[in-house]
């Protein structure tokens, strides 16, 4: 197997407020490997930013505190390296795209100057000739050259997201975390830009962490993904072993949420209640007062991991190691 570019060990990150502690992310595992397009999924609130910003080093610190774990991109133990050793592991190792494509722009400059920038650092070379490839990216990710030389007030929200992807691409990152970078956009675009993406994954081999909401996104473009619950993932597999073979209650509790476009009679069934307070999680399995299937165990005990194959496991009461090849307790409708 290849060596893995990012790989997450029971990362543990708490907010510490003046209002509590809140617990961001409670043991977080994840591993990509090059080329692989992983989705991690949840709701609001569940930790997916904060596992973004954890890959970057950029968890804001007051309030953010990593207080056990590792992660190594590529190879390099993030938590051990400095700012400076940072700086040059960003764009290079790591790209981030973010859901407002307006936070990552520089309004006061062309879009090509802010592309060329990072040719001209990251590739020391002269202006010119980053400018010349400053406007083949910009082809490449769907805009027309001449149009370069243009501020970012004069895109859509659709052509600003593709520049923030030409800026993340050009420094060529081993791995692209992208924060719902299509949420803020209009379905039709929404489209283009994914199809876009899937389109530069495969010409680069750019190993990409979708971080999303929406489980349609993850069926386009993911290999792999990672279903995250009050910041831990509860379930993690293929995209068969997550869509064909859900174990983890929640996970099914998302598919349950989501229309069925074959099916227009049947109702929309959202998980009870919300997000619990990450600042006062409940005891034992932080899902059980939400779960249709809780037991007295789930709220007495945090559940094991269990696997159904090497790749393939989910953290719930209802499996064991024998009944969770069965075909499992929990069906689909
Ligand atoms: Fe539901 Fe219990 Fe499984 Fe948690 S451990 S998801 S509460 S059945």
Known sequence: MDKPILEIKNLVVEYRTEDGVVQALNGLDLTISPGETHGLVGETGAGKTTTGLGI?????????????GEIYLDGKNVQESNEKEMEGMRGYDVSMIFQDPMTSLNPVMTVEKQIAEVYELHENIKEAEALKKSHEILELVGIPAARGSEYPHQF????????????????????????????ALDVTIQAQVLDMMKHLKEEYNTAMLMITHDLGIVAEICDKVSVIYAGRIVEQGNLVDIFDNTRHPYTEGLFNSLPNLADRTQKLKPIKGL???PSDLPTGCPFHPRCDYAMDICSKEKPPRVFRTE??????HLYNEANIKEGGVIKRD
């Open 156 to 183: 859509s929200g659709g052509m600003k997201q593709r520049v923030v992807i030409a800026i993340a691409l050009a420094g060529n990152p081993k791995l692209l975390i992208a924060d719902e970078p299509t949420t």
């Open 311 to 316: 790749e393939h496991y989910t953290e719930c």
């Open 56 to 68: 970057l080093k950029l968890i804001p610190d007051p309030p953010g505190v990593v207080v056990d």
């Open 275 to 277: 997000m619990p307070d």
